[in-house]
């Protein structure tokens, strides 16, 4: 069964139709990118996977739960988001063993403090990180905790919605190993909002183009490589993307 299937989703936020009858699937353990010019409904699509965003028509569901229907309590932690800015969403008068403990004591999880010394671990913070601030923190210390935040809760699924491009390039590919590494060990299913191609191929065994709210097309990692895009508009997006470059040149 497919965690994640995507079916004729429409998203409206009044007079925006944001998605206009987006479907795919993605496979268990899969990582899979979204990708698209700025208001193509990326981030609306996610959202609307996790039930932040309302589902005017169609249907999602998370392994084998619809949403919209009645979902049993585990739900919302199988299924976690990254999002881009994590300053924004971090309480800054809440030390980092607040942030990790708190989704912890709401989804009634008792060994707490083995949880978060755990967490703090493996994404390379180290337990000396446990009682400082938000504001104490470097952005991609700060991301780390996001990313530990969400993985604290045991997830199936990780929403990543620009997990990364707040940052600096060289922090940018720390956290992107990280997350890997994450995926292999814990077998993880990923979705990935990006509008860095780089990226997306790095990370991403297929990806689906949006265009105002729609699917353009779909395409592999050696099709996004290869640059073996049918549509003129994903070949544009190819085209447009200045410094892309595929991660494996030809011999
Ligand atoms: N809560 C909302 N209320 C009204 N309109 C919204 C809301 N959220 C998103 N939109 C609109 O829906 C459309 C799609 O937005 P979305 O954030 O999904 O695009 P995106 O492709 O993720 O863009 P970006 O790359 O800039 O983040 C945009 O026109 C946006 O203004």
Avoid: W
Wanted: one cysteine or more; a neutral charge.
């Amino acid at each position: 069964m497919a965690p994640i299937d995507v079916s004729g989703l429409h998203v409206r936020f009044g007079e925006v139709h944001a998605v206009r009858g987006v479907s795919f699937r993605v496979a268990e353990g899969e990582s899979y990118g979204i990708v698209g010019e700025s208001g193509s409904g990326k981030s609306t699509v996610l959202r609307a996977i996790c039930g932040l965003a309302p589902i005017s028509a169609g249907a999602v569901t998370v392994a084998g739960e619809e949403l919209g229907r009645r979902r049993s309590a585990g739900f919302h932690r199988r299924l976690q988001m990254v999002f881009q800015d994590p300053y924004a969403s971090l309480h800054p008068r809440h030390t980092i063993d607040r942030v990790l403990a708190e989704p912890l004591a709401i989804h009634g999880f008792d060994d707490r403090e083995a949880r978060i010394l755990r967490a703090l671990d493996e994404v390379g913070l180290g337990r000396g990180f446990r009682f400082r601030y938000p504001h104490q923190l470097s952005g991609g210390q700060r991301q780390r905790v996001a990313i530990a935040r969400a993985l604290i809760l045991e997830p199936r699924v990780m929403l990543l919605d620009e997990p990364t491009s707040a940052l600096d390039a060289s922090i940018q590919a720390e956290v992107l190993n990280l997350l890997d590494r994450l995926r292999a060990e814990r077998g993880l299913t990923y979705i990935l909002v990006s509008h860095d191609l780089a990226v997306v191929a790095h990370m991403c065994e297929r990806l689906l183009v949006m265009q105002h709210g729609q699917a353009v097309e779909e395409l592999t990692r050696d099709g996004l490589r290869a640059r073996a895009a049918r549509e003129p508009y994903t070949r544009d997006l190819l085209a447009a993307s200045e410094g892309y470059r595929p991660a494996e040149s030809s011999p």
